[in-house]
């Protein structure tokens, strides 16, 4: 059973930076793709970042891209989101997903974190 543990979330303000964490409980695959999603309140959940395992490939969001950055720690099983520069419209709870591709990463993840919560004030 994998488990997805984000970590990092907080309360920041306008143009600040926050850092999130994923730890991934088990290493089963040696080729998980790994992305981070979004969930504002009245909104639909949606496509934040994704990077392969390997780093070899990483993809943004149109809103997120000069701003945000995901790396991964293959060592410690590890994937962070760099936010920088946020703004209020950047609150949401961030969930961390995994799955076998970075097409299934982006779309449909077999797997998800339980969330953490990320609030800008202006």
């Known amino acids: 059973q994998v488990h997805l543990v984000e970590s990092g979330g907080g309360l920041a303000q306008a143009g600040g930076s926050l850092r999130l964490s994923c730890a991934i409980s088990?290493?089963?695959?040696?080729?998980?793709?790994m992305g981070w999603f979004r969930r504002a309140p009245g909104k639909e959940r949606e496509f934040v970042a994704r990077i392969t395992w390997l780093g070899d490939s990483i993809y943004y969001a149109d809103f997120v891209k000069g701003r945000f950055i995901i790396s991964n720690d293959n060592t410690k099983n590890t994937v962070y989101l760099q936010m920088n520069n946020l703004q209020p419209e950047d609150s949401a709870v961030y969930y961390c997903?995994?799955?076998?591709?970075?097409?299934?990463?982006?779309?449909?993840?077999?797997?998800w974190g339980q969330g953490t919560q990320v609030t800008v004030s202006s």
């Open positions: 088990e290493r089963t695959y040696t080729n998980y793709a």
């Open positions: 997903a995994a799955g076998a591709t970075s097409a299934e990463v982006q779309i449909k993840p077999s797997h």
